[in-house]
């Protein structure tokens, strides 16, 4: 359920422009999630980093800049 959960986000913010600026503004992976509740989606850190394959501390990028969204 999470992984759907991510997808959507992510597929929302390369059409909206305004969460795309939002997420990407986030400083830390719990703001970030924090953030993606208050837009409807549940997951847990634990569960982004898992379906996004990567430590979430150790990348340094905007969002459009993930490989595959």
Partial sequence: MAKEQIVRLYR???ANPSLKEALNAMPN???FVLLAQQYGYDFTIEEWQETMRFSVEELKCELSEIPGI
């Fill in 29 to 31: 992976p719990n703001d």
């Fill in 12 to 14: 929302e913010a390369q």
